[in-house]
């Protein structure tokens, strides 16, 4: 499908004025947890095109393939505290033969078209129809608006996948404008529609969001010993407020979640940023999310399927996220990256060194501490590492 | 005879006025009716030299309003930067900025405004401030002085702690003719030459002295940051709500 869609649309690049770019990124890692050492690389290319057909007109695409190193193959339980899938893997009414010590989750190599889209930009608005990034909110690390991603901690500034949706955006007058957007599902009930309002007041943006869609969760049924997908209508009434106070920079994020057949929640991140004289620069966000599980005591394999899924923004309710950065020279740059879960006393120190090497070449190299007991969220994991070298064309 | 002392008269008067000496406020004046056009466009290529002689090249487009205090920046080149974008409003008091590869929009604290742009050595307020100048400096003619070859007035202005300066103090030879700055001298808080920023080939583009080359030496580092003009027009109107997060997206 992905092949025949790439060579309907080989002809519209290659005979129209198409810009090609994209990156060439490598990357390796190496993680110790459960007492094991797992190394993981891939090498990926992300191909864009771009054309217009006319001025107020762009096409665009882009292709990704990804080629892991290996056939790699993860134990998912080692990823989980032992409390949590024991007694689902390991019941003490069956004999100790019977008991599961592997739920093994491959790394295939992909080959997909991540975003397909037409967009036109007509006086008074922008359409753009198809596969498209859609990135909602204010917030650095979590964003409670955000119905359609959700972010990797330890990079929160990667590119997220597209989604199907027919977007418009409206601009009112100055800083007001109006985005809506529509991503289709199987009926109207199962769409996702969303409706948001910014605006400028002084120094501050202002925006107000609301979005109804269905939430698709996965759940492990313990009897058939397969997960099965759990669907709610979901109603989000969200909004952010975005601006400054002394210099430093601070955002509220937050979103009151209607569930039809679950208790509601509330989601809230508040985040401050400065950048000193000499280039130094902390941000530091705080994460309060009801839909989390306040005790470890009270986790289940659920609560962590539907995190690694990307269907929660959190595992737990509290967290805390910063950052900061210090530019060595021009080209290097050294970063700290922490983040701790404030329920059960876990967190990960992520010393990293950006270094411009060409232009157009970065290499990225960051160590992963983690600190906790073996039965937290990042206290399961003990160390790690990461290269990534990326290329821009 | 009359016919004759009227000459002498307006000769007498046109010999005072050139002798005048422009106060600090008015040098300030005339540069910025010089330097800040209503509106502008231009494409630009910028150079980073570090110190030990490494380069960086990038090519942006800018648009300008207000007399600079509107300015949309996005990049060209390179690959990696291409797309990025800045949205400075309010004398680059408000800034935004557009990440392309996430489809995000920030916005920036003030206490960025002074840091370097894709780590160029000028600074988002060296981008984007249009009439600063005039608010947050108390200027004076320290007289004229020959800076290259060519007839200068010199200026100092002191920043006003109260309207946050980005730096302390700015020393400018501006030529006598017809005002425009030729080096500009900024002072860190030690009063040390923390940059020199000096204009080259400047030509008229529409009636207006415009340097197509400038460069920017940051002393306390070794590096310097080429900015060339490769276009550059006046005459362009801005559609309406052109400043705005709309078109910082495109």
Not at chain 1, 22 to 35: I, P, T, V
């Given at each position: 499908?992905?092949?025949?869609?790439?060579?309907?649309l080989?002809p519209?690049f290659?005979?129209?004025q198409s810009?090609?770019?994209g990156?060439?990124e490598g990357?390796?890692d190496?993680?110790k947890?459960a007492?094991?050492t797992?190394?993981y690389?891939?090498?990926?290319?992300?191909?864009?095109?771009?054309?217009?057909p006319?001025?107020?007109?762009?096409i665009?695409?882009?292709i990704n393939?990804?080629?892991?190193n290996?056939?790699?193959?993860?134990?998912?339980?080692d990823?989980?505290p032992?409390?949590v899938?024991?007694p689902?893997?390991q019941p003490?009414?069956?004999?100790?033969?019977?008991?599961i010590t592997?739920?093994p989750?491959a790394?295939?190599?992909?080959f997909?078209?991540?975003?397909?889209?037409l967009k036109?930009?007509f006086?008074?608005f922008d359409?753009t129809?198809?596969?498209?990034?859609i990135?909602l909110?204010?917030?650095?690390?979590?964003n409670?608006?955000d119905?359609f991603?959700?972010?990797?901690l330890?990079d929160?500034t990667y590119?997220q996948t597209?989604?199907?949706a027919?977007?418009?955006e409206?601009p009112i007058?100055?800083?007001t404008?109006?985005?809506?957007?529509?991503?289709?599902g199987k009926?109207w009930?199962e769409?996702a529609?969303m409706?948001?309002?910014?605006t400028?007041?002084?120094?501050f943006?202002?925006h107000g969001?609301?979005g109804q869609?269905?939430?698709n969760?996965?759940?492990?049924?313990?009897?058939?010993?397969?997960p099965s997908?759990q669907?709610?209508?979901?109603?989000?009434f969200?909004?952010?407020?975005?601006?400054?106070i002394?210099?430093a920079?601070?955002?509220?994020?937050?979103?009151?979640?209607q569930?039809?057949?679950?208790d509601?929640f509330?989601?809230?991140?508040?985040?401050t940023?400065?950048?000193?004289?000499n280039g130094?620069y902390?941000?530091?966000e705080?994460l309060?999310?009801e839909?989390?599980?306040?005790?470890?005591?009270?986790?289940d394999i659920?609560n962590y399927?539907q995190?690694?899924?990307g269907?929660?923004?959190?595992?737990?309710?509290?967290?805390?996220?910063?950052?900061l950065?210090y530019p060595i020279?021009d080209?290097?740059q050294?970063?700290?990256?922490g983040?701790?879960?404030l329920n059960?006393?876990?967190?990960a120190?992520n010393?990293?060194?950006?270094?411009n090497?060409?232009?157009?070449?970065?290499l990225?190299?960051?160590?992963?501490?983690?600190i906790?007991?073996?039965?937290?969220?990042?206290?399961?994991?003990?160390?790690g590492w990461?290269?990534r070298l990326?290329?821009?064309? | 005879m009359?016919k004759?002392?009227?000459?002498?008269?307006?000769?007498?008067?046109?010999?005072?006025?050139?002798?005048?000496?422009?106060?600090g406020?008015?040098?300030?004046?005339?540069?910025?009716?010089v330097m800040s056009?209503?509106?502008s466009?231009?494409?630009?290529?910028?150079?980073?030299?570090?110190?030990?002689?490494?380069?960086?090249?990038f090519?942006?487009?800018?648009?300008?309003?207000?007399?600079?205090?509107?300015?949309l920046?996005r990049y060209?080149?390179p690959?990696?930067?291409?797309?990025?974008?800045f949205?400075?409003l309010?004398?680059?008091d408000d800034i935004w900025t557009?990440?392309?590869r996430?489809?995000?929009?920030?916005k920036l604290s003030?206490?960025?405004k002074?840091?370097?742009v894709?780590?160029?050595?000028?600074?988002?307020?060296d981008m984007?401030?249009?009439d600063?100048w005039?608010?947050?400096y108390?200027?004076?003619?320290l007289g004229?002085?020959?800076y290259?070859g060519t007839?200068?007035?010199k200026?100092e202005?002191?920043?006003?702690?109260?309207?946050?300066p980005?730096?302390?103090?700015?020393?400018?030879?501006?030529r006598k003719?017809?005002f425009?700055?030729i080096?500009?001298?900024?002072?860190?808080?030690?009063?040390?030459?923390e940059?020199?920023?000096l204009?080259?080939?400047?030509k008229?583009i529409e009636g207006?002295p415009?340097?197509?080359?400038?460069i920017?030496?940051?002393?306390l580092e070794?590096?310097?940051t080429?900015?060339?003009?490769?276009?550059?027009?006046?005459?362009w109107e801005?559609p309406e709500n052109?400043f705005t997060?709309?078109?910082?997206?495109?």
């Amino acid at each position: 499908m992905i092949k025949k869609t790439f060579l309907i649309l080989l002809p519209i690049f290659l005979f129209g004025q198409s810009n090609f770019f994209g990156y060439y990124e490598g990357e390796f890692d190496q993680l110790k947890f459960a007492n094991q050492t797992y190394n993981y690389g891939y090498n990926k290319l992300r191909l864009d095109f771009e054309v217009h057909p006319d001025d107020a007109i762009t096409i665009g695409a882009n292709i990704n393939i990804q080629k892991y190193n290996d056939n790699i193959s993860w134990n998912l339980l080692d990823f989980l505290p032992s409390d949590v899938w024991k007694p689902i893997f390991q019941p003490i009414i069956f004999p100790e033969e019977m008991w599961i010590t592997e739920f093994p989750i491959a790394l295939s190599d992909t080959f997909y078209l991540d975003n397909v889209y037409l967009k036109a930009g007509f006086e008074k608005f922008d359409l753009t129809v198809g596969k498209q990034q859609i990135s909602l909110g204010t917030g650095y690390a979590w964003n409670p608006i955000d119905i359609f991603n959700s972010k990797q901690l330890l990079d929160p500034t990667y590119e997220q996948t597209g989604v199907n949706a027919v977007r418009a955006e409206l601009p009112i007058q100055g800083r007001t404008s109006l985005d809506v957007v529509l991503s289709p599902g199987k009926d109207w009930k199962e769409s996702a529609k969303m409706l948001q309002l910014k605006t400028g007041l002084g120094r501050f943006d202002v925006h107000g969001t609301v979005g109804q869609y269905t939430w698709n969760r996965m759940v492990f049924d313990p009897q058939l010993f397969l997960p099965s997908i759990q669907k709610d209508e979901r109603t989000l009434f969200g909004g952010a407020i975005v601006g400054e106070i002394a210099g430093a920079g601070i955002w509220i994020e937050g979103a009151w979640n209607q569930l039809e057949n679950q208790d509601n929640f509330a989601e809230v991140v508040v985040g401050t940023d400065y950048t000193f004289e000499n280039g130094l620069y902390i941000i530091m966000e705080y994460l309060r999310n009801e839909n989390g599980i306040s005790s470890k005591e009270n986790l289940d394999i659920n609560n962590y399927l539907q995190y690694f899924m990307g269907e929660t923004h959190s595992l737990m309710q509290d967290y805390l996220f910063g950052y900061l950065s210090y530019p060595i020279n021009d080209f290097i740059q050294f970063g700290l990256l922490g983040f701790g879960n404030l329920n059960d006393n876990s967190a990960a120190l992520n010393p990293q060194i950006s270094w411009n090497l060409f232009q157009d070449v970065d290499l990225t190299m960051m160590y992963s501490h983690f600190i906790g007991n073996d039965n937290t969220e990042f206290g399961v994991q003990d160390w790690g590492w990461r290269i990534r070298l990326r290329g821009y064309f | 005879m009359k016919k004759v002392i009227m000459v002498s008269i307006l000769g007498l008067s046109m010999t005072i006025a050139q002798n005048v000496i422009p106060t600090g406020a008015e040098l300030v004046e005339k540069m910025s009716e010089v330097m800040s056009q209503e509106n502008s466009t231009a494409i630009m290529t910028q150079t980073i030299t570090t110190s030990s002689g490494k380069q960086r090249t990038f090519e942006f487009e800018m648009f300008t309003s207000g007399e600079g205090e509107k300015t949309l920046m996005r990049y060209l080149k390179p690959s990696a930067a291409r797309g990025q974008a800045f949205l400075m409003l309010n004398n680059a008091d408000d800034i935004w900025t557009y990440f392309p590869r996430t489809k995000r929009v920030r916005k920036l604290s003030s206490s960025s405004k002074n840091q370097k742009v894709q780590g160029s050595d000028f600074s988002f307020e060296d981008m984007g401030s249009g009439d600063s100048w005039k608010t947050e400096y108390d200027s004076e003619n320290l007289g004229e002085e020959k800076y290259d070859g060519t007839d200068c007035w010199k200026l100092e202005s002191i920043g006003i702690l109260e309207e946050n300066p980005s730096y302390p103090k700015m020393v400018v030879f501006m030529r006598k003719a017809d005002f425009y700055p030729i080096k500009i001298d900024y002072f860190d808080e030690n009063d040390f030459i923390e940059k020199t920023l000096l204009m080259s080939d400047i030509k008229e583009i529409e009636g207006v002295p415009t340097a197509m080359g400038m460069i920017m030496k940051n002393h306390l580092e070794g590096t310097e940051t080429t900015m060339q003009t490769l276009s550059t027009t006046y005459s362009w109107e801005p559609p309406e709500n052109f400043f705005t997060e709309r078109e910082l997206k495109k």
